[in-house]
């Protein structure tokens, strides 16, 4: 099974604390058996560089804090990156662009959709959007496709 994580779960490898996201989550993927592959939008290394940034012009991080955070999740051996940049992600993210304002999560969900079986994520308003407009044009395109918060996950972990 692929699993796709949101962005969210990687911040706190360059120290940032996100409310409502469990980083732990890709620890206990990962000492799952090798039926998960994990997968990131490459779009997620410009989000940690930019809110990175941003932290460490106001000194709360610092340039090595973002370096070796990005740099580690480059080379992680068990997390695939996937490039957004493909025609039918850019498509699909192109219509959910009309109801969502955030260009970048229109494409990582839209990834999501495209190259996994399970999107990752703790974002209600992706998550209410995919169930009350997207669903349909997702199953057209990935049937199995669904979208699970971390607690979400843990517990289909635990029930099998």
Known sequence: MKLFFDSS???PIIKIKVEKSSPEILALT???DSAFEMQYSTITLFELSAKGAKLIR???LTRNDVINGINALIHWENVK???PWDGEVQRLAIDFRKD???YIDCLVIASAIIHANVFISEDEMLKNLFESKWKTIAADINDEFLILNADSLIDRFNSN
């Open 9 to 11: 779960y990687f911040f």
């Open 30 to 32: 990962i000492n799952q």
């Open 58 to 60: 106001s000194g709360q």
């Open 81 to 83: 990156s996937v490039e």
């Open 100 to 102: 969502h304002p955030d």
